[in-house]
T-cell receptor, first 112, second 115 residues
């Protein structure tokens, strides 16, 4: 069975600082990996995805993520955080039918 | 291009009642998936519909059922509501071609409260 772990429930960073959100997955085959962002009371917006190919993927809003098969990780990074990045971030793994299993989420707070 | 829409936005029901939630998929998409997101948790996969048939199901009881219509819109029905069914219900649409399904795009969700 597939599973996703996001070890950090809450993270606080200062505006302008760099950010890394951790994601570890368990999946028997080559995974489809995703990062979604959710603002309070809203649906999920896709930040980026990895299906195959280059292990460093670029997404919207200046985010990137790196797939590391040896570590079963897909960490999300941003070099300089903006106050508008405060939200909940979800990592997900999908099977061939793209039925997603989500992690528990990481809530990001940004200090001015 | 119209995104995924869901109705209603909010809904309050009492325990034991039945509820129907609706989802219109994004233009060009033929697959709809439903997720339940309890407060403070990540979304959990309920089921997926493709070509009007259930194409996969998560760990949810049979009182959670669904439909997909020829225009690819979908309904989620929940019978005999329980307090633990209170959650945000998210619909996502995607395009399935061959044996693979592309990225899912989510609607804004329906907030269900069961009293």
């Amino acid at each position: 069975a597939q599973s996703v772990t996001q070890p950090d429930i809450h993270i606080t960073v200062s505006e302008g600082a760099s950010l890394e959100l951790r994601c570890n997955y368990s999946y028997g085959a080559t995974p489809y990996l995703f990062w979604y962002v959710q603002s309070p009371g809203q649906g999920l917006q896709l930040l980026l995805k990895y299906f195959s190919g280059d292990t460093l993927v670029q997404g919207i809003k200046g985010f990137e993520a790196e797939f590391k098969r040896s570590q079963s990780s897909f960490n999300l990074r941003k070099p300089s955080v903006h106050w508008s990045d405060a939200a909940e971030y979800f990592c997900a793994v999908g099977n061939a039918g793209n039925m997603l299993t989500f992690g528990g989420g990481t809530r990001l707070m940004v200090k001015p | 291009e119209t995104g995924v829409t869901q109705s209603p936005t909010h809904l309050i029901k009492t325990r034991g009642q039945q509820v129907t939630l609706r989802c219109s998929s994004q233009s060009g998409h033929n697959t709809v998936s439903w997720y339940q997101q309890a407060l403070g948790q990540g979304p959990q996969f309920i089921f997926q519909y493709y070509r009007e048939e259930e194409n996969g199901r998560g760990n949810f009881p049979p009182r959670f059922s669904g439909l997909q219509f020829p225009n690819y819109s979908s309904e989620l029905n929940v019978n005999a509501l329980e307090l633990d069914d209170s959650a945000l219900y998210l619909c996502a649409s995607s395009l399935t071609s061959g044996i693979s399904t592309d990225t899912q795009y989510f609607g804004p969700g329906t907030r269900l409260t069961v009293l």
